[in-house]
């Protein structure tokens, strides 16, 4: 029975989500957006689905924040919502 | 040889990488490889056409595995004809853009060839596959190569245009996903035809409802029916005219072909027509959308904008052929892809030259273009008659069709509003006919007193392809009656 | 109680990723930084990989790889003992496609900057239209 | 804005909960989504392919059609961003370090350059160098994330990974060399020239599989084609094929992630980044 780690998992995903559209920073918004994938993935891997949960570590937590932060590095950190 | 229908998808996927090869080896060998690639697709697709309209359905079956364990070709005669048409568009745009890509890309062309053969890639394997899945993919081929390609036309507008692009196409993109998803939740399979068998006499199921509504939306969105239309007018006012050119009598049409494919293959009109009653609501949709696209593209100043807010209304007709539900609606929805995408290549093609010229296509600009460039004005003028549908070319037929469908049905609506689009798609040309003929250029004036103006038409390998394509309208009408005979009807059947 | 209980758990993934998905969707639309529209368009893209993935869950199924003993001794390999694979495999498509686009969208919002020094879409309406 | 927003995110909410009602249970293993096709590919992957990971087998194998699109995708974003983002001006001043003191020379005059080298270093003018102790652990750490890389490539049939994951590990190494050393080190080991060959191969590797296997009498992407070209016993031969194509994928997605990484954060400049 894996459905109470599960729970709340899902729970602090949906929280890392809505933080990070809400932040008014937005290298703030690229870390939440990294803990959001790195969460995705440990959710995926409790259903047992470990090849998509490799990739969006690899990926989701890996190099779209640095692509997230090097955009940021060359926009800007600050938004208005 | 059996291994035609691999070779149509295969042959421009293989060309285009090997030119994103040799642009880092020797330049100037892209553009031959990727003409090849193009060359070689569009004679397979004849070939397979050819032998589809002979010897019934093809199927072929990727990596050797049979459906619905591996990914299958299913090609039938309504698969067969739009190929031939995405293959043969592009081949000969490549050969009538080129001049115009070096000069409005520059040194950045060579490799923005293998871009343009992958978004043909796409579009054929779109139109090629009988998998639902696979299907997704290559419509996120198409849509990646397409924000790729908008982006590289107006260096100002043309990277927001295509960010925006990017957000609702992703948005459709995603519905068709999720729209999928919901249907192998119900069936477990992902081949069309299988999922076909396996939801039949699913008729309360609210899954395979919402799995139809999103599938159907997601495509809607993709296609730019009426209040999903935000993306297309700038997406192709700013792009480069080689990819205007293609994307605007290719994209919008296959998507109206997946949509009528996953009406008929996988839903089944049964489904559609018996179990949902969503006729009427999406006639009524389509006469809005024939209305709001004629109306919007009335405001217009630029040339180009105008041409996008045209293809709007076009998709409305379309839309409301197929979801007339019956044989002569959906016999003109069909017939009205084929036409539509030559007039609209047409279009493109004669607009294209005067970009090539006179660089801005603002409706004021176009002052006096009828001395400067006369054949492509010819050209124009042609495609303006199909668009309006004026009777020998094959605007006209496509657009009886409809209105016998319509009126068979009873939806009087629908048939008033194609009329209407009509008289508006009339008043349009003719204003820029006006303009064209009886206004004097801008450097004009010193022409018109002495003498006739200065010809400075286009070069000979866009007006060519320009006045073939234009010549080929009046054809294609004269043997609509044929095509409906041997490709539609017996589709229908 | 109990009833409600296993309804809860037989469906919160599914309620779940349908949340996940609103909260992805209205970011993308609503937002007005273009850089936390890219940001709720990639949730909405991960919560559809959360649905597929979730569909392909079975109860007491292991991981999709055999391990060596059972191949050893041509053991009867039982479906109910792995998780779908099929599922795994379309989403591993499914992520690339995300990490294209988002990787694309990133090159454009700098592109963009580059040319008008703003990235709130109000900004750039007010600038498109003063030009 | 807001208030549209709002009412389409709860319309297409309540559709998508309307769907969801007469869904089997979560993790019911009898829901027809794990019954149909998906029980072949777990009863039968290991007879078929000989490779245990039944993921691995599908994506590369039965569905392997999609997977060389997808790998498609992602050089199509590559060859995006280069399209979109490369710019080949020169820029016109230069900073160097002189290393000896410390002190940093600012150069404004585009033609001259100083030899880079023991006594001048280059400078950053947005992105101060990290200092010796990130740019030692870094240099520790490159080679072990890179061999790791090759791992999960090659054993991508054996355990979770493949092609994919594994070439974003390995272009995440040499992104770690650009941000632990500054850019230039990177574009200098790595041409740009040798990126764009090596994604454009790596996709190429793929297809020309599939077309190999059309010369040898196959349809597309029938690796049991291949057979009398591979050597080993030849039941293997499609776990041989997977490899080929996974090798494939692994170069592409190296050089793009590669690729997309300078050009973002150098503004395609290729001079300067984080």
Redesign the interface.
């Known amino acids: 029975m894996h459905w109470p780690i599960d729970i709340v998992v899902l729970t602090f995903v949906i929280f890392c989500a809505i933080a990070a559209l809400s932040v008014k920073d937005l290298l703030a918004t690229a870390i939440l957006f990294g803990a959001y994938s790195f969460l995705m993935c440990l959710l995926w891997t409790i259903m047992g689905a470990v090849d998509v949960a490799f990739t969006e570590a690899s990926v989701g937590a890996g190099v779209s924040t640095v692509f997230f932060v090097a955009a940021i590095f060359r926009t800007s950190r600050r938004t208005k919502d | 040889m ?2 035609y229908p ?1 070779l149509i998808v ?1 042959a421009p ?2 060309t285009g ?2 030119a ?2 040799f ?3 020797e330049k100037r060998l892209s553009y031959p490889i990727v003409l090849t690639g193009l060359f070689v697709s569009a004679l397979s697709a004849i070939q397979v056409l050819i032998r589809v309209i002979g010897s019934g359905p093809i199927q ?6 049979s459906p ?4 299958e070709y299913r090609i039938d005669l309504l698969n067969a004809m739009v190929l031939c048409l995405v293959s043969g568009v592009a081949f000969l745009n490549l050969i009538a853009s080129y001049k115009s890509a070096l000069k409005e890309i520059g040194d ?1 062309a060579s ?2 060839f ?2 343009y053969n ?1 978004f043909i ?2 579009l054929l ?1 779109v139109t090629i596959t009988g998998d639902l ?2 299907l997704y ?2 419509i ?2 198409t849509s ?2 397409s ?2 390609q908008v ?2 036309g107006d ?3 043309g ?2 245009a ?2 925006n692009y ?2 609702i196409g ?2 459709g993109a ?1 519905f068709y ?2 729209g999928v ?2 249907l ?7 081949n069309m035809a299988d999922v076909a068998v ?1 939801i039949k006499g699913s008729q309360g ?3 395979v ?3 139809f ?2 599938c159907i939306l997601g495509i809607w969105i993709k296609m730019a029916l009426f209040p999903f239309h935000v993306w297309l007018p700038n997406a192709y006012t700013y792009s480069p005219v080689i990819f205007s050119r293609v994307v605007a009598p290719l994209m919008t049409k296959v998507m109206v072909y997946i949509m009528i494919r996953l009406m008929i293959t996988v839903f089944g009109y049964d489904y559609i027509f018996n179990t949902l009653h969503l006729s009427e609501a999406v006639v009524w949709l389509a006469t809005i959308a024939v209305l709001a696209g004629g109306v919007m593209a009335l405001a217009q100043k630029n040339l180009k904008k105008m041409l996008t807010y045209i293809i709007v209304s076009e998709i409305g007709y379309m839309v409301g052929g197929a979801w007339m539900g019956n044989q002569l609606g959906m016999t003109g929805a069909i017939l009205h892809i084929f036409n539509d995408a030559l007039m609209t290549f047409a279009l493109f093609l004669a607009v294209g030259n005067m970009v090539y010229r006179i660089e801005k296509v603002d409706i004021t600009d176009l002052k006096g273009l009828f001395g400067k460039m006369p054949w492509t004005m010819g050209g124009f003028v042609l495609a303006a008659f199909s668009i309006i549908g004026v009777p020998p070319t094959c605007g006209f037929f496509s657009k009886w069709y409809l209105i016998l469908g319509a009126l068979e049905k009873g939806a009087y609506h629908f048939a008033a509003a194609l009329i209407v689009s009509s008289l508006i798609c009339a008043v349009l040309f003719f204003k820029v006919f006006e303009i064209c003929f009886f206004e004097s250029g801008s450097h004009g004036h010193e022409h018109s007193s002495h003498g006739p103006a200065v010809i400075e038409e286009a070069p000979v390998s866009m007006l060519v392809i320009s006045g073939l394509v234009s010549l080929s309208l009046i054809v294609a009408g004269c043997y609509s009656g044929t095509i409906v005979n041997t490709i539609i009807l017996p589709f229908l059947k | 109680m109990s009833d409600v209980l296993s309804l809860i758990i037989a469906k919160y993934n599914y309620w779940l990723y349908v949340i996940l998905m609103m909260i992805g969707l209205y970011g993308m639309i609503a937002k007005n930084n273009l850089i936390k529209k890219v940001v709720g368009m990639n949730i909405f893209q991960t919560a559809i990989i959360l649905f597929y993935v979730s569909i392909g869950y079975k109860t007491n199924a292991s991981i999709p790889i055999i391990t060596t003993a059972d191949t050893a001794h041509g053991v009867v390999v039982r479906a109910a003992d792995y998780i779908n694979p099929l599922t795994s495999c379309l989403m591993l498509t499914a992520i690339v496609v995300s990490v294209a686009t988002f990787g694309y969208a990133m090159a454009l919002a700098v592109r963009i900057y580059q040319r008008y020094q703003t990235l709130e879409e109000d900004e750039l309406r007010m600038r498109l239209s003063e030009e | 804005m807001r208030v549209i927003a709002f009412i389409i995110v709860c319309l297409t909410g309540a559709l998508l909960l309307y769907g969801t009602t007469e869904f089997p249970d979560w993790g019911d293993p009898k829901s027809p989504a794990s019954l149909h096709v998906s029980n072949y590919y777990i009863e039968k992957t290991y007879e078929d392919t000989h490779a245990p990971n039944f993921v691995t087998a599908v994506v590369t194998d039965y569905r392997g059609f999609d997977t060389m699109f997808e790998t498609a995708v992602i050089f199509t974003a590559g060859l995006g961003c280069f399209l979109l983002l490369r710019d080949f001006r020169e820029k016109k001043e230069h900073y160097y370090q002189h290393i000896p003191t410390g002190v940093i020379l600012h150069l404004k005059d585009e033609k001259k350059s100083l030899p880079v080298g023991k006594e001048f270093g280059y400078m950053d003018k947005e992105w101060v160098p990290p200092d010796l102790i990130n740019k030692t652990v870094c240099r520790i750490l490159i080679p072990f994330i890179q061999i790791y890389a090759l791992y999960v490539v090659a054993h991508g049939d054996y355990s979770p990974g493949g092609g994919f994951q594994g070439g974003v590990i390995f272009g995440s190494s040499l992104i770690l060399l650009a941000i632990s050393y500054d850019l230039k080190t990177l574009v200098k080991r790595i041409k740009e020239r040798l990126l764009g060959i090596f994604a454009a191969l790596g996709v190429l590797i793929y297809a020309g599989t599939g077309v190999l296997c059309l010369f040898m009498g196959g349809n597309f992407l029938d690796y049991g084609k291949l057979a009398p070209l591979l050597p080993g016993h030849s039941d293997h031969i499609r776990a041989y094929g997977m490899l080929v194509v996974e090798i494939g994928v692994g170069i592409a997605v190296m050089a793009v992630m590669t690729i997309i990484y300078i050009n973002i954060v150098s503004e395609g400049r290729h001079d300067e980044g984080l």
């Not at chain 2, 072929?60 to 595995?65: R, V």
């Not at chain 2, 619905?68 to 990914?71: A, C, D, E, S, V």
């Open positions: 059996e291994n691999a295969v996927f293989i990488l090997l994103g090869l642009v880092w080896i072929y079956k990727l990596g050797g595995w619905p364990i591996g990914i950045r490799s923005y293998t871009v992958l890639t796409g394997g899945f696979n993919v290559l996120e081929i990646l190569t924000y790729a982006a590289m260096r100002d507008r990277p927001l295509s960010l990017i957000f992703v948005i995603s996903l999720l998803g919901y192998y939740m119900y069936t477990g399979s992902l396996l199921s609210s899954t409802l919402t799995a509504i999103l």
